[in-house]
């Protein structure tokens, strides 16, 4: 967390043709970093492609995320860098 307060997350999940999976929560205290495991699990089959949208109802939240995914077979990782989109019911956010 980026912010000097105690922040929740929510991350959800979908499939890439916008199907919801589902949707995790997670509280962040004042600049705290967490690590999340294994958040697709329980979520269905055949996650090939999914994509997770994170967000925080409180305009003043402020973090950053990333994910790792690890090939279940090899051990191989590969780095997701994050996108920043836009949300239909906030106004575009201000560059800094």
Excluded: Y
């Amino acid at each position: 967390s980026g912010s000097p307060a105690f922040t929740f997350v929510e991350a959800r999940f979908q499939r890439a043709d916008g199907t919801a999976l589902g949707t995790r929560r997670f509280g962040l205290k004042p600049f705290e970093f967490r690590q999340a495991d294994r958040v697709l699990e329980g979520l269905g089959e055949g996650l090939d492609n999914v994509s997770a949208v994170l967000s925080s109802e409180d305009p003043e939240a402020r973090f950053l995320t990333f994910a790792t995914v690890i090939d279940g077979t090899s051990g191989a990782a590969r780095f997701v860098a994050p996108r920043q989109v836009a949300r239909p019911d906030r106004a575009e956010p201000e560059a800094r």
